[in-house]
């Protein structure tokens, strides 16, 4: 009698412990996907947007924190990223919408601009001037995204397609 | 009521210890499918990484003009030109040919290389061309130190 209460009190915790640990690598792996997934469509729809960029003159008032940009469209958007860990989007005048509340705003090195010459443009106070934003050629963002002990870095400079056709005419309006 | 004494006598230790035995099985096997999910679940974050450097190395290319030349007959001679010693020096999309990258900064485990060959139209834009021509294939591959490397051709002509 004793020995099977023993016996079943051996192989009983040892498949609790595994049944716990199995459970416990699941809530993290799922919690740890859905990081992943969100901080990589974030960083995907800033790209892409990026890259629809009409003109570099639609840079005006961005900054390490702010990217305005203006697709062929006309329609405005803009990206924030702002302390402790909010990186939202908005579409026009509207309100913000979060696309991720894990950045890591003091790993993230933000929006960066270069002009032509590949040099840093750095924007005056309140973010580039027109002046400013007409030499702009090339962007660099650079996000870091963290939830509890993990991390995740995306960095890539983006060089938005219609850069390469020149600006836009008075007749394409 | 003999019978009934004989059907109400429980497991005996070998029931028990079998039953155990398969249940803490079952759990392993569970345990392998959970640590077969993190793996696929790592490599996806590390093919993200990859295609965001493999994106940006191609932005930073397709950002330079054809060519060092305003018009044809265009460069002869593929690579970095004198006094191109960084990549901020780069001019033009050929001076990124043979270009590599070992460890990249903010991700050592990847690393980076470009080829950049003349094409044509008329050969499908496949074949490398010995002379100069209207298009340059860009090839950008990103290495990684366990995964496959990641690789992507652009075709690149003066006008576009």
Redesign the interface.
Known sequence: MI??IV??GI??S??AT??F??AD??VK?TN??GF?SEA?SA?WRL?RETQGQSSSADFILSDQNSLYVKNGKGDLKDFQTSSPDQFNFRLGTGSYNSLSNSLGYSQSNGFTFYNN???VVSPSSGGLNVAQAKTV??SKLDLTFINDMDT????????PHN??FGSKMSYHD | MKNIQGNAKGFTLIEIMVSLILLTLSFMVFLQALNTGKTVRANSELRTVQSVILNSMENQIRARGYDENNAAPWSSSLGKDSGETAINHFDDIDDFHQYAINEVSEHPAFGISVAVTYVSASSGFHTPQSNQTDYKSIMVKVTHKTLSAMTDTMIISPGL
């Open positions: 020995i099977v016996a079943v192989i009983g040892m498949a595994m049944l640990q199995g690598i699941f792996e740890r996907q992943v990589r960083f790209m010459n590949f040099n050629h090339l995740l870095s995306l960095t890539s400079f983006v060089y850069f390469r």
